[in-house]
């Protein structure tokens, strides 16, 4: 999805100032069509059957070109404990995904990338698990990162580094505990050439 299909307003779930209650973080909904339609509570929207939302996904390579693994924090709702790509998360109001996205590298790895690059802007998905469903357009981006990651505990519970090729064979064993959106995104930056490309040219 283009970025700029994004309306213009304040970019939510900042914090306020002294003395007010904190605004709630805000998801962004969107139509079949994949336009914009309204905003929700992050905190409530993801359930049994989660309305259509926009996210993303991000992979971000080493200089040796290896991957950084995450796994999710037990204490999510979504997908709790669960091995999945470097970092995911969800655009504010008004805010541009690749700025999302370098702002959750920032803040759940503290992580700044390079070359920050779009590859599948119009990727989604639904998945289900214990009862909570994602269901979202997911644009996927890929980058160069230095040093090691420092996680936020809160959003992060282990991490590694992987080899490109470990990754795509175990998101494509059956069986494999990979998140269902990495299984997915994987086989389609692995068919497409995506990653090889990038790592190449970087």
Known sequence: MPETTLPNQPVAGRPQPSGRAAAPELVVLLGQD?????????????????????????????????????????AKLTFPGVWSNTCCGHPAPGEAVADAVRRRLRDELGLDPVGLRLVLPEFAYRASAHGVEENEVCPVFLCRVTG?????????????????????????????????WSRLQAARLETEGHVTRFLQEA
Do not use: I, M, N
């Open 34 to 74: 994949g336009q914009p339609v309204g905003t929700a509570d992050k905190a409530t929207v993801h359930g049994a059957a989660t309305p259509l939302h926009l996210a993303f996904s991000c992979y971000a390579f080493d200089q040796a070109g290896r991957l950084l693994v995450t796994r999710r924090s037990r």
């Open 148 to 180: 090691e990651p420092a996680p936020d505990p809160g959003e992060v519970d282990d991490w590694r580094w992987w080899r490109w090729s470990g990754f795509v064979g175990d998101a494509a064993r059956a069986g494999s505990e990979l998140s269902p």
